[in-house]
């Protein structure tokens, strides 16, 4: 167990819908990070926020947002869904933002749009 | 980011050691080279990291070239459960942000 919290583990929903992951932290961490896995195109960087500010952008669609709170915890939006938003997103988070910290992902939210 | 690479499957029979090796010709000095795995679409699960000394801890060793072009992950004596992809990551360091970007990997397979 990494310490990171993902909700839900499981999401069904249909083409054109928006939906929110949820994401906890491992206690203490400032840093979080999105990530998507699809069949064809691996572990895909999203984002990253480092307490409460975006720091780092990767891959994210336009119809993607996410966000950190102050509690910490950080929700990543899914907008006007498609087909090939289908895949296993996981979060991530490290204590601080340096290359030292070492990244704990966690057991990803599994995303089908049908 | 220094580009990786990683040869995309190997076996290795149980109780033996693993020897997975990562060539990271354009490293530069400051950046570190990662392992992580990944056992069957759960989170990829942090191993171990190093920048220029050889590094050990409870799940594995990590032996950098002195020149850094190239490393190996040894997991001493592989078991059924170390099947999974592993990635070699190399990534520079920045305060300002970053993240880990994962490449193909290599798929091992832990044989009985």
């Known amino acids: 167990d990494s310490g990171v919290t993902q909700t839900p583990k499981h999401l069904i929903t249909a083409t054109g819908q928006r939906v929110t992951l949820r994401c906890s932290p491992r206690?203490?961490?400032?840093?979080v990070y999105w990530y998507q896995q699809s069949l064809d195109q691996g572990l895909q960087f999203l984002i990253q926020?480092?307490?409460?500010?975006?720091?780092a952008k990767g891959n994210i669609l336009e119809r993607f947002s996410a966000q950190q709170f102050p509690d910490l915890h950080s929700e990543l939006n899914l907008s006007s869904l498609e087909l090939g938003d289908s895949a296993l997103y996981f979060c991530?988070?490290?204590?601080?933002?340096?290359?030292?910290?070492?990244?704990?992902f966690g057991e990803g939210s599994w995303l089908t749009v049908v | 980011d220094a580009k990786t690479t990683q040869p995309p499957s190997m076996d290795c029979a149980e109780g033996r050691a693993a020897n997975l090796p990562c060539n990271h010709s354009t490293i530069s000095g400051n950046e570190y080279v990662y392992w992580y795995r990944q056992i069957h679409s759960q989170g990829p699960q942090y191993i171990i990291h190093g920048l220029k000394n050889n590094e050990t801890n409870e799940m594995a060793s990590l032996i950098i070239t002195e020149d850094r072009k190239s490393s190996t992950l040894i997991l001493p004596h592989a078991t059924l459960r170390d099947t999974a992809v592993y990635y070699c990551?190399?990534?520079?360091?920045?305060?300002?942000?970053?993240?880990?970007?994962f490449g193909k990997g290599t798929s091992l397979l832990v044989t009985p």
């Open positions: 991530a988070s490290s204590a601080l933002t340096g290359v030292g910290n070492t990244i704990y």
């Open positions: 926020y480092y307490n409460g500010e975006e720091r």
């Open positions: 206690s203490g961490d400032l840093s």
């Open positions: 990551i190399v990534r520079v360091g920045s305060n300002s942000g970053y993240a880990l970007n």
